[in-house]
């Protein structure tokens, strides 16, 4: 079974996305240039709104994975090789450390709960087996400090939130890249299998991870979210904003100067849900599997990216969402009806008049969906459900799947995934 996502929403003046020179993403399609926020964008903002508003279990997705195991981990002697224990545990099993912070990993770890409390108990089961090469770890990066020490630097042992060392040189000495190959444990096949086996939270059974150096903890997404684009030429502007010194009383000039950039558009997002590969990557667990498919539905529609929302209050809900159940046949975004895009010229058909740009994309959708259905028929579809905020659209076959609220729509779609 997979779910098809379509949703359309208007965002008023916003910078919900930034790019590297810190204006609103944007990118060229039909021709012209589109607003943009990026899948990740959103992909964080359903993370966060799962979290908020407690619906599935998430994850954690951080370098510091020290820090993390450490709060499931008991009491374990010698106490001081403890956090050296955990770092070459991670390193054996997971991914090496960072070259200048060797309590950090090289790379960010993605890791559900139930995860890190196996990941403890393997540490403790297996303490016996861990402490040498905790303490050679320990013992080589304070020969690392000592190094600096000589060379003028001050000598330290890296500690969580502490800036390393200075940086090696071609002796050895501190220098950059100094705590590479660093002593890590011996892997352990039964613990490969522990750490493997250890139950997924909801968001990385849906969004997926990649770990290059231990592919055993590669998860294939259940879910592809596209790039949300404008359905319509966008021109990126630029806010002039000040700030006043209140206790500068001698000079009546600003106290700081900039600019922001931001737009306003109308998007078209759209996702896909692979209910099956969900349910798989959640060990087969029907139940957890449709409460993460409502919990993704929910998100998908009401979780608003947090860029520059206190400045600008971007904070839009969708004013047309359609959900489409398939057994079978080919799922399709519906992106190709803004390859032309919406503009305020009269329509080529029959003269119409625009009426906004939200309106019109809602109509363009909707003829598009027929165009569609004509030429590769429903075929596979089991339920096609609908929401739409808009006054008198044009929906055409679309108007029989309106459910009248968001919450409908998604109850309708959730009862044919077999809720």
Not at 166 to 173: N, R, Y
Request: hydrophobic share 40%.
């Amino acid at each position: 079974m997979k779910l098809e996502l379509h949703l359309i929403q208007s965002f008023g003046p916003s910078c919900l996305n930034r790019d590297a020179t810190n204006s609103p993403k944007d990118c060229e399609f039909g021709g012209v240039r589109r607003a943009r926020v990026s899948s990740q964008c959103f992909k964080r903002s359903i993370r966060e709104f799962f979290r908020d508003n407690n619906l599935v279990p998430v994850g954690e997705r951080t370098k510091r994975l020290r820090a993390e195991i450490g709060t499931f981990l008991p009491e374990l002697e010698p106490q001081e090789l403890v956090p050296f224990a955990v770092d070459a545990f991670v390193d054996t099993y997971y991914a090496k450390n960072d070259s200048k912070k060797p309590e950090h990993s090289s790379v960010l770890l993605f890791l559900s709960q139930v995860e890190l409390e196996e990941a403890a108990k393997c540490i403790s089961d297996s303490w016996a087996d861990l402490k040498p090469f905790a303490d050679a770890r320990r013992k080589e990066i304070e020969k690392i400090a000592a190094k600096a020490s000589k060379k003028g630097a001050t000598p330290a042992l890296p500690l969580e939130g502490e800036e390393p060392a200075p940086e090696a040189s071609d002796d050895g000495a501190a220098g950059d890249g100094k705590y590479k190959n660093l002593p890590k444990a011996k892997e352990d096949k039964t613990i490969v299998e522990r750490l493997r086996s250890a139950a997924l939270s909801s968001d990385i059974a849906l969004f997926g991870r990649m770990l290059a150096e231990h592919t055993e903890h590669r998860i294939e997404a259940a879910v592809q979210v596209a790039h949300a684009i404008s359905t319509h030429a966008v021109t990126p502007e630029l806010d002039f904003f000040s700030a006043v010194d209140d206790l500068n009383k001698d000079d009546a000039g600003a106290g700081m100067l900039g600019v922001t950039g931001f737009n306003a558009a109308v998007f078209y997002r759209y996702a896909l849900l692979d209910f099956d590969a969900l349910e798989l990557n959640l060990k087969g667990d029907r139940a957890v599997a449709l409460q993460t498919a409502r919990a993704f539905l929910r998100a998908f529609v009401e979780a608003i990216p947090s860029g520059k929302q206190n400045s600008m209050a971007a904070q839009s809900l969708p004013s047309l969402g359609v959900f489409v159940v398939r057994e079978s046949g080919a799922p399709c975004s519906l992106v190709n009806a803004f390859c032309e895009p919406i503009s305020t010229k009269k329509k080529t058909q029959g003269e119409q008049e625009s009426r906004g740009f939200l309106r019109d994309s809602v109509d363009e959708f909707a003829g598009y969906w027929e165009r569609y259905a004509k030429v590769y028929g429903e075929d596979g579809i089991t339920e096609k459900a609908l929401f739409c905020m808009e006054k008198a659209p044009q929906l055409g076959s679309l108007a029989a799947a309106d459910k009248g609220s968001a919450k409908a729509a998604i109850d309708a779609a959730m009862k044919a995934l077999g809720e």
